[in-house]
């Protein structure tokens, strides 16, 4: 049985100040969980993170990383230096990072290999528009973005995490049904499996404005693993709901 999971995205949010009530009232609750948590943090946050986070049951990731090993990549950030600061899981090909940075379907992929390689798991984000939507081109976009994946790392499916992601869905208050959702997660499955057997392990985690109001719902789903929540991991109160809402349906 897959074992749930939550991961928090703040994306470009928190202070030192506001950082330290929130990883602390999640730390004072961690040990009721019975699913993996995670939250990854914006980059200078990493070491304070780290801190709070020790002794935790709650694991620390990263929201990107750079395809490169090392060199003069200015503002770039290695697999190797998150690897120094603990990080479990990294992000790789959020919407935000292919809309607004032009991160290509290879790109993503080889950032995924890069995490993977140091020994951290990498968190693969595949999700469509509203517009491809509306012209029934899901299942072709979502399909194209994974097989990048599944083309370098195929045989490894088992070993990441992938996070069905509705752009439309993202920040806007929407969010997929809980059937559209699964049929989603169950063509991602599906397709992983005729690539690697193993892919019948693979987590595959929803990410379209979660809240504790449809999270029940949504992880009772067969193929829903869990979230990867946006807004609602700066909330404590509500971020711990959503990670009951997982525990109760591990």
Known sequence: MRRKMVAGNWKMHGSLAANEVLLGDLTAASARL???VVVCVPFPYLAQAQRRLAGSAIGLGAQDC??????????EVSVAMLHEFSCGHVIVGHSER??????TDSAVAAKAQRVLASGMTPIVCVGETLQQRERDETEAVVGMQLDAILHLLGDRMHDLILAYEPVWAIGTGRT??????????????????????????????????????????????????????????????????IADAASAAT
């Open 66 to 75: 750079s395809v490169h090993e090392q060199g003069a990549y200015t503002g």
């Open 34 to 36: 019975t699913c993996d």
């Open 176 to 241: 997929a049904s809980p059937q559209q959702a699964q049929d989603v997660h169950a063509f991602i499955r599906q397709r992983a499996q005729r690539h690697c057997q193993g892919a019948a392990r693979t987590r595959i985690l929803y990410g379209g404005s979660v809240k504790s109001a449809n999270a029940v719902e949504l992880f009772a789903q067969p193929d829903i693993d869990g979230g990867l929540i946006g807004g609602a991991s700066l909330n404590a109160v509500e971020f711990l709901a």
């Open 98 to 103: 292919r809309a607004y940075h032009g991160e």
